[in-house]
């Protein structure tokens, strides 16, 4: 029996999550992880598809991560082209001394239109009568 330890790093959780799944015959386990906080996140502002980096936070969170997971075996790495994921998911790599395989289109947040980058207080104020 083959395990395959795959990580991905994907934009559409609210912290980080770990989701183990056990797939068919052999054994494959997914680890999804969100990426690390934005200067967005932090202001409550919706992204979306907008390519916002991590800040000073969010690469502190994503070096953590990468300590958190430094031993557990991991096979091979997979972002979102989102800068916000992808650095997230180099970080972690590059500690098991890998690259990322890949980036996947579909790892990436949907689209906002017209609320991308606007906070709460803007949504409101510009939608609701």
């Not at 990580?7 to 997914?30: C, D, H």
């Not at 969010?58 to 997971?69: I, R, V």
């Not at 991308?116 to 510009?126: D, F, I, K, T």
């Amino acid at each position: 029996m083959k395990l395959l330890k795959i990580f991905l790093t994907v934009v559409f959780a609210w912290m980080f999550i770990f989701v183990p799944t056990q797939v068919s015959a052999e054994s494959t386990t997914v680890i999804l992880v969100r990426h690390g906080e934005t200067p967005y996140n932090a202001e409550k502002r919706w992204q979306g598809i907008l390519d916002i980096p991590l800040n000073d936070n969010g690469l502190k969170q994503a070096k953590l991560l990468a300590k958190s997971l430094k031993d557990y075996p991991i096979d091979v790495f997979i972002s979102s082209p989102l800068k916000r994921a992808y650095v997230t998911t180099e970080t972690v790599a590059k500690s098991h001394g890998m690259e990322i395989a890949y980036t996947d289109e579909r790892l990436r947040e949907i689209n906002f239109g017209d609320c991308a980058g606007l906070n709460p207080n803007e949504r409101e104020a510009r939608f609701l009568p």
